[in-house]
């Protein structure tokens, strides 16, 4: 028992660390798994036994990371992407797979080998590519749309290959039947699940969700899951595909998004544990002794998969450098590499050396890439010089198309905060062009008549030749605040005094917006608010003209009034819990505080500002003036963040300051 508890201890302490430290370096948390299972591990400092019940519990995590897929796939969704995803992703997953089976076949492997390897080495880092995408604002630019398509697909492709292992690992002579008689237990396993699961599912999370327990309905979706992983496990098949099973039925559901949401820390704890087992298969003494090798494999393979999903992203009609940019994002192996990697030794399909050299690899791809992809478009541009000529004549057609512009406004993003505004703009007869990074979208609106035009906003020659000299303001109309950025820094190191309004979700991020160059910042619940109340006056009898003047009002004020917000149970873990919050504090005999003046009391000293104070005979609240002395049954009205409140509050009941 003591010595589980050690264990337990070690691997929370040094998971917390690892974990932290790479966070700041900038690199996936999945990567400090990885050396915490190398260093801990039997083959270095030993610290860590590689026992069959901690891997059984750390495959768990595999269950819940495909039902977290499962929930992103839809049928709808997946026949809007056919092209990409059949056609581009299905073409990338064939051709790796059998490269590998002819390569495997020279070098003298076994095919089974040959299979795994080719398995392991077709997949691309989910997380990595995601993370870098949404950061770098590039998720719906052509090669961003284009990798998450293939990554889709290689999470889709995962299901018939854990099957095939499967059966390839029960070593029968007569594997084909094998074979085929899973492939027929899993159709009509999935046509009875897909046929009746969906309103079943329907009937019973909404039965569950009446019910308004969190726990209850933490503990269904866990139930739910595994259920169906049993389901598959029991008629032949991996808990991996009854996982993702579930995961496409509940997409269905209009529970999908909490249950990704209550499903997160189950998934991420027990991934985490699953990569600290794969760590623990690598062989630091192999990696050194055979470095040149491995890093000569590493090569081989980021130039074979980035050529060959460049090749392909060309055959499908795009232009080479977009091909080029979507290979190099792609070009690591990913998370279910060592899924299959672990499958792979589990069944005795792969030996211990050519594990050690793929899974070397697999790691060493992976650490590299976050340093690759952020330069993506550079290498794209060095290695393709018709991509340099095309980004050109993208620079030259918006040039062409603001030729005449004087005055006017730059629209940054296309969506639909940007089409309502551009509809403002043209029935007051204000010039605009817009700039979106979404072809389609484009596209239609421009065949549709509208002043939009392709074109990243991040980039100074593409706002110049917008016109931004000749602009009267700039509109940012992006959703996330780095994308935001990214185009206030480009304005501001050239153009300091345009004027540029920006639109943020809440008032958590205006000072920085504000501090970075906008000259107007609009956060949308709070202007949400706003009309909210103005039609609740309005319903209520206040004439039209008094709301008007009271918003009015209220904005001149810049939001003051609604600036924090009172907290509740609900508001727990969600990601307002940042935002600055009202708390109200009533006074007591007993307290600190009770007889001093408002002047005497260090607010300032505690980030913490009083916004109102309340006396039970009076109706209307008083506003904060120094020399009030606080009685008995006041109210305080603080605003402030959770943390100072609970400050704040324990120095006026006690005078004591943390």
């Known amino acids: 028992m003591f010595d589980s508890l050690i264990h337990l201890l070690l691997l ?10 790479f966070r700041i370096l900038g690199l996936p948390a999945m990567l400090a798994y990885f050396v915490i299972g190398i260093v801990l591990g039997p083959h270095a400092l030993g610290l860590l036994e590689d026992e069959e019940s901690g891997r059984q ?45 002819v390569l495997g076949k020279v070098a003298g492997l076994s095919l089974t080998s040959a299979f795994i390897i080719g398995a392991a080495i077709t997949m691309s880092s989910t997380a990595i590519v995601s993370k870098i995408l949404m950061e770098r604002v590039d998720l719906n630019s052509r090669h961003g749309r ?13 299901i018939p290959i854990l099957v095939l292992i499967q059966t390839l690992g029960s070593h029968s002579d007569n594997w084909l039947d094998v074979l085929g008689l899973t492939l027929f237990k899993s159709s009509v396993l999935l046509f009875l699940l897909f046929k009746f699961g969906k309103n ?17 309905f933490v503990l269904n979706v866990l139930m739910v899951t595994l259920l169906m992983a049993a389901a598959t496990n029991y008629v032949g098949l991996s808990f991996a595909l009854g996982a993702f099973v579930a995961g496409m039925l509940i997409s269905e559901t209009k529970y999908r998004y909490q249950v990704e949401s209550d499903i997160a820390p189950f998934r991420d704890i027990l991934l985490g544990l699953f990569f600290i087992s794969v760590g623990m298969l690598l062989d630091v003494s192999v990696l050194i002794n055979h470095i040149v090798l491995i890093v000569f494999l590493l090569a081989l393979f980021l130039v074979f998969k980035i050529g060959l999903i460049a090749f392909l992203t060309k055959l499908y009609g795009f232009e080479m450098g977009v091909g080029v940019r979507t290979g190099i994002i792609l070009g690591q192996a990913g998370e279910f590499s060592f899924v299959v990697l672990a499958l792979g030794l589990q069944t005795h399909l792969i030996d211990g050396e050519s594990l050690q050299l793929v899974l070397s690899v697999a790691v060493l791809s992976m650490l590299v890439a976050p340093f690759i992809i952020q330069y993506n478009g550079r290498i794209a541009r060095k290695l393709v010089k018709s991509y340099t000529r095309n980004s050109y004549k993208v620079v030259e057609t918006i040039q062409e198309h603001s030729l005449d512009l004087r005055d006017h406004v730059i629209i940054c993003g296309y969506g639909r905060s940007g089409q309502y505004l551009g509809r403002f703009l043209r029935e007051e007869n204000i010039p605009y062009v817009a700039l979106d990074m979404d072809a389609s979208r484009v596209q239609e609106a421009a065949a549709a008549g509208e002043n939009v035009i392709y074109g990243d906003a991040g980039r100074r020659s593409v706002l110049e030749a917008a016109g931004l000299a000749r602009a009267k303001a700039v509109i940012v109309s992006y959703a996330e605040t780095r994308g935001t950025m990214k185009v206030l820094h480009v304005i501001q190191e050239k153009y300091p005094t345009l004027p540029v309004i920006v639109r943020t979700h809440d008032d958590s991020e205006m000072d920085l917006l504000r501090d970075a160059g906008a000259a107007e910042v609009v956060p ?10 103005s039609h609740a006056l309005v319903t209520l009898g206040i004439p039209l003209n008094r709301v008007v ?20 149970v609900s508001d727990a873990d969600t990601t307002t819990a940042a935002l600055p919050q009202l708390h109200s504090v009533e006074m007591y005999k007993n307290f600190y505080a009770h007889g001093l003046r408002l002047d005497h009391i260090p607010f300032e000293d505690f980030a913490v500002e009083v916004k109102q104070l309340r006396r039970t005979n009076m109706p209307e609240p008083i506003a904060p003036r120094p020399d009030i002395i606080l009685n008995e049954g006041d109210i305080l009205v603080l605003l402030g963040s959770n943390a100072a409140l609970i400050a704040m509050e324990v120095y006026l009941i006690s005078g004591r300051k943390p």
Do not use: C
Not at 200 to 216: G, H, P, T
């Open 12 to 21: 929370l302490t040094s998971s917390v660390f690892a974990v932290g430290l």
């Open 57 to 101: 519990v750390a495959e768990f995590g595999i269950v819940f990371l495909m039902f977290s897929i499962g929930l992103e796939f839809s049928l709808p969704k997946l026949y809007a992407m056919r092209k990409t995803l059949f056609g581009l992703g299905g073409g990338q997953v064939v051709l790796t797979l059998l490269a590998s089976l």
């Open 146 to 158: 284009l990798s998450i398509g293939v990554l889709l697909f290689q999470d889709l492709a995962v």
């Open 200 to 216: 079943i599912l329907n009937f019973w999370f909404e039965l569950v969700a009446k019910q308004r327990s969190r726990e209850l």
């Open 524 to 533: 949308e619940i709070l202007e949400g608010s706003l009309m909210l109340a």
């Open 549 to 568: 003047k009271r918003i009015r009002l209220f904005r001149e004020e810049r939001y003051k009034m609604f600036k924090g917000y009172f907290r509740g």
